[in-house]
């Protein structure tokens, strides 16, 4: 029993790592229909400058890096969608092509820079160890991730439907033709979106730095969770982001505990399938007039 | 929905690529077939080496440091004459820790550039790739990884330990501590397994029980589940054989559950000094490790070895026991040649019989039988500086015994 209760928090804190790296997602993937295949490069981006940090912020880098990731990986999406993809918009198959290679080449790149083998991030103190609840071991670093995710949850929410810019972002996923007949400047809400969505993934790359490894293949880890918490959630829809995101995790907490880490991964892949069946367009569908 | 009709044309293009790929493949292999064994090439004043390591993909983590090792052993060998009068050129190819990868370059290597021996492979699975294609072109492998032993081929060297130079002293050394529960933890691959399969033999037959064994797939990030397992079953110890970057989500995630080295040591036989470094010594200091050389090991030939490397790739590089193995096969086969008077691999494996050098590790001797090595087994923990301090050894080098032929609780493996 008490391994029964003890699997529920680690499935949400695995619910709360997929849920942060899968965040800029739904804006790049969800909202605009790119298939950032670099997504998991950016992630590495965060992690890396979390390391690069660590010289003067000692540390506590970690805390430093989140503002300043957000910024570093923002600015490299914000690149990559003004030189390439911007050229590539309706032709997702190109696009998935090309940011393919742009990820490989960015992988190439940390490892020029940074070297092949993995980099040392130091956790803060506070954030080493863990506590005990009621008989349930918390470990200090994934109750951190956990408040993350849900504060990135709760801004994107504010932003999206509170401020002005994030109406507008919006206005053009749901159709873009119309928010342009209506005077909003797409293009540059899709620099903003691809900003925004490039920079949520830095701010995962910080905080894996507490849990995984800092290397150049970093990314390669974690895309394609990302990409199927986006898909099962529903493109583009935040609460079928998060709710995609716990379920994943509680899914594979549990099956991994009753048998093991690759049926896990299995029994995962063969529900979203199953699921996908049914509900091609994920949980939540979002509903406009487009004609497509 | 779009979304399907995307997908839909996804998988179109990924079964084309597929099938590209595979025809790809296929021609090489035709190729390599039509061509059969080609000799190397030594006619010139200098004589190709293929260096075949991942520089790409999960493993280049642990597998470039070995290729700079190895590159530093031919430039050091050059600088003193060469082998034989004729000056090494390595050819260095990419594995891209991709097994079938392995096997295409170990081919391009033989018949493309002619090598007259190749040094590389890290994982098992990339070495059972690239046997078949030493075989049949009668060529040589030198390989330098701890590996699970069970497997002898005419035309590999294994320098690295086998399961009785590494893995048995380390049950030893736990069993010597008094660890009587032991939880196995390793990645999904041949490696793990079969190191547990040794593992759990040993366990019977010395009155230690097995109380758990999870297996992970390679890349893997995500520990809690497992951790949890673990702290439920109680064990006395853990014995790890997880590979690559999961070692260190493993570690992380191990900390801080707030178990320490004291209450539950964590035996790793895939964690040396880089490593360390990757994971952090915050994470693992206290650890029990097995090897059999550290970058702490005494020996003026050590001090020469690490200040070499050092002042070639950077005063904060580390040495690992796979770096030394590797530039061990350098210097190994180098001798072997020299006493064969014969770049020939038919010469080359006849007379490697006894063949010995110095090494960083103290003297390592080729054991014609088996092409293994004797080497020394050494047990050491990890310290806060990142560095590791042996606390045992086995006093002289252990013979290879890679079938354990010499343990009767190993009868029926």
């Known amino acids: ?62 805390l430093v890096a989140l503002p300043v990731a957000f910024a570093v990986a923002g600015l490299m999406g914000l690149l990559l969608e003004r030189t390439l993809i911007r050229r590539f918009y309706g032709r997702p198959l190109d696009t998935l092509l090309l940011t393919w290679g742009v990820s490989l080449v960015l992988q190439q790149v940390a490892r020029d820079l940074f070297g092949a083998p993995n980099v040392q ?27 993350l995710a849900m504060l990135s949850v709760a801004a994107i929410w504010f932003y999206l439907s509170r401020t002005k810019q994030g109406r507008r972002m919006q206005a053009v996923m749901q159709n873009r033709e119309l928010a342009s007949c209506s ?35 970093l990314g390669t880890y974690y895309i394609v969770d990302a990409f199927l918490v986006v898909v099962a959630g529903g493109l583009g829809r935040l609460q079928g982001a998060v709710i995609a995101a716990f379920v994943l995790g509680l899914l594979n907490s549990y099956v991994e505990f009753w048998s093991d880490a690759s049926l896990a991964k299995v029994v995962v892949f063969a529900v979203i399938i199953g699921f996908l069946q049914l509900r091609p367009q994920g949980l939540f569908v979002l509903r406009s007039r487009k004609l497509t | 929905m779009r979304i399907i009709s995307f997908g839909r044309r996804a998988a179109r293009l990924a079964a084309v690529s597929l099938a590209v790929a595979l025809a790809t493949t296929a021609c090489a292999s035709d190729e390599s077939t039509s061509k059969g064994s080609a000799g190397a090439d030594t006619s010139g004043d200098t004589v190709k080496v293929g260096v075949l390591h991942s520089l790409s993909g999960t493993m280049s983590i642990s597998e470039v440091t070995v290729k700079n090792s190895v590159l530093m052993a031919i430039d050091e060998i050059n ?3 060469g082998v034989m009068g004729k000056k090494v050129q390595p050819v260095v190819e990419d594995g891209a820790s991709d097994w079938p990868t392995f096997a295409e370059k170990a081919q391009k290597l033989i018949s493309g550039d002619k090598v007259a021996v190749t040094f590389g492979g890290w994982t098992s699975a990339s070495r059972k790739a690239m046997l078949p294609v030493f075989e049949k072109n009668k060529q040589l492998l030198f390989y330098p990884v701890q590996y699970e032993g069970l497997e002898t081929s005419p035309y ?42 040794i593992i759990k033999k040993y366990a019977a037959a010395n009155g230690m029980e097995v109380v758990g064994e999870e297996y992970t797939p390679l890349g893997h990030t995500e520990y809690s589940t497992l951790i949890n397992k673990v702290t439920q079953a109680k064990p006395d110890a853990v014995f790890n054989t997880l590979n690559g970057d999961s070692n260190v989500a493993f570690f992380k995630q191990l900390r801080s ?42 020996g003026a030939r050590n001090t020469e070895f690490v200040a070499a490397y050092k002042a070639k790739y950077g005063a904060d590089k580390v ?46 001797t080729i054991d014609g039988a088996t092409q293994h090595v004797y080497k020394t087994a050494r047990i050491g923990v990890v310290q806060p500086d990142g560095l590791i301090k042996e606390v045992w050894n086995s006093g002289a080098p252990i013979k290879p015994d890679p079938y354990l032929k010499d343990y009767p609780w190993a009868k029926d493996l």
């Open chain 1, 1 to 62: 029993m008490n391994a029964f209760m003890n699997q529920l928090p680690i499935g949400l804190s695995i619910g709360a790592v997929l849920l942060l790296i899968a965040l800029g997602l739904t804006f790049t993937f969800g909202q605009m229909g790119v298939i950032n295949m670099a997504h998991g490069e950016f992630i590495m981006a965060g992690a890396y400058t979390a390391y690069m940090l660590q010289d003067w912020a000692g540390r506590q880098a970690v």
């Open chain 1, 121 to 147: 991030v130091k956790a803060p103190t506070w954030l080493v160890g863990g506590g005990e609840w009621l008989g349930i071991r918390m470990p200090y670093a994934r109750m951190f991730i956990f408040v």
């Open chain 1, 183 to 217: 005077g909003i400047a797409t293009s540059r809400v899709d620099q903003r979106t691809f900003f925004i969505g490039s920079g949520l993934a830095g701010v995962a790359g910080v905080a894996l730095t507490l849990i995984g490894p800092v290397g150049p293949a």
């Open chain 2, 79 to 81: 600088a003193k004459g």
């Open chain 2, 156 to 197: 590999i060297f294994y320098t690295g330990a086998t399961t009785n130079q590494q893995i048995v002293p380390g049950l030893d050394y736990l069993k010597a501590q008094g660890k009587k529960k032991i939880f196995l933890v390793g990645s999904d691959y041949v490696f793990p397994r079969t190191a547990n399969k």
């Open chain 2, 257 to 298: 559950t707030g178990i320490s080295a004291a209450d539950m040591p964590v035996l790793s036989v895939s964690v040396a000094e880089e490593e360390v470094r990757g994971i952090g010594p915050d994470y693992l200091a206290g650890q029990p490790v097995a090897w059999n050389y550290y970058q702490t090991t005494e």
């Open chain 2, 319 to 364: 040495t690992s026991d796979p770096m030394e193995a590797g530039y061990n096969s350098v210097y190994l086969w180098k001798a072997a040649v020299e006493k064969a008077q014969s770049f020939d691999p038919e010469a080359v494996k006849k007379a490697c019989d006894g063949v010995s050098i110095d090494a960083p590790e103290g003297k390592v």
